[in-house]
């Protein structure tokens, strides 16, 4: 009975150590700042926000010089009433409340159009690290590759360096 109950525990633990899942992680943030790939994406997106900021700077200036005339052309009607056209000074002033609503809008759509080039130039980079970490892994035959931002505790296999090699290999 002993043995019996021995081998049925001994088969058991080695069923238990045969599934045990074979675990590796990286750190995505420092692999793609390692990449060549990720300045380029850097240096792209401080183009393509300085170009944004150019257009919106014209168009606040604009504002600005629509305001300034409206704001003298009031001074004048308050000092001057008898020569001052209200109807026009109210279009004016509608005109100059669009322009503001429209810079507002402007700044908003920059932020994100600012936003979606970043994450789909960053996109691009993260799937080609999690291509190598999934190689890598299948090399290294584990089961699961975790990101260790996410994680407590890093056990397991660090794969940064393996999946930095593939990626500067490429």
Known sequence: MKKTLYSILTILMFAITAN??????????????????YEQANIEMENFATELKKEFETFATMYQTKEANFMKKQKD??????????????????????????????????????????????????????????EVAKEK???????????????????????KAKLLAE
């Open 20 to 37: 045990a899942q074979k675990i590796g992680h990286i750190s995505a943030e420092d692999l793609l700042q390692t990449l060549p790939e």
């Open 77 to 134: 009607c308050e000092t001057n009433p008898d020569a001052c056209d209200q109807a026009l000074l109210e279009m004016e002033y509608k005109n100059v409340m669009e322009s503001g609503k429209k810079l507002e809008e402007m700044q908003y759509e920059m932020q994100t159009k600012v936003q979606e080039r970043q994450e789909y130039l960053l996109n691009k980079i993260v799937v080609k690290i999690k291509a190598a970490a999934a």
């Open 141 to 163: 035959g584990l089961d699961y590759v975790l990101d260790s931002s996410t994680l407590i505790y890093a056990g397991g296999v660090n794969l940064n360096d393996a999946v």
